[in-house]
């Protein structure tokens, strides 16, 4: 079945459009402070389509992802009682209470951590308003992991070039219902468990 492949294709497609930068930065500024989609999503694709750019859809990834950042911040910050009920809802209050954990053993190097992994960045910004983290380290733990993550992705695309973009289209759908399998696996396993 082509389902992933047909994805990628239009993936591809909306990473060559004119307003793509846009939508990259607005990606970018909203996953950082309440959204769950990462915007590697569509930087991997963009910077496929247009190695030539890479570095500058690395760079306005990083601004808006920062940026959000800030206003995750700030939302910890300010609105702190209003959106914990919405970890709850949406499952993240475990991981609030772990990453507060963290800040106390790790402070700066948690923003660092979180904004190169895979961790939900989110969760980080808000936690380091709700604690008051000094807001100068956390804009730089910030700059330092959001963009050591973005150029990273964005130079292995653009070095992959039409190469990678080929292979990745050719074995698009057995990657991607191996991810299905995978997933449906480890969700067996928990609640198995």
């Avoid at 939900?120 to 700059?143: C, E, R």
């Amino acid at each position: 079945m082509k389902f992933f492949s047909s994805l990628y294709a239009r993936a591809m497609h909306w990473a060559r459009h004119p307003k793509a930068p846009w939508y990259l930065g607005g990606l970018s500024f909203a996953e950082s402070s309440f959204f769950p989609v990462p915007p590697d999503v569509m930087l991997a694709p963009m910077s496929l389509a247009r190695p030539d750019k890479a570095w500058f859809f690395a760079l306005i990834t990083t601004l808006a992802s920062v940026a959000g950042g800030v206003a995750g911040y700030f939302i910890g910050l300010w609105a702190f009682d209003f959106i914990e009920p919405l970890l709850h809802d949406f499952g993240y209050h475990e991981k609030y209470l772990q990453v507060r954990d963290w800040f106390d053993a790790w402070g700066f190097w948690a923003i660092f951590v979180a904004g190169f992994s895979p961790i939900p960045y989110k969760v980080f910004t808000i936690t380091a308003g709700v604690i008051s983290m000094s807001f100068v380290p956390f804009v730089l733990a910030s700059l330092i992991g959001r963009g050591g993550r973005f150029f990273l992705v964005a130079a292995l695309m653009a070095l992959g070039g039409k190469p990678m973009e080929d292979k990745l289209h050719k074995y698009m759908d057995l990657i991607g219902w191996s991810t299905v399998a995978v997933i449906f696996v480890v969700l067996l396993v928990v609640k198995m468990q």
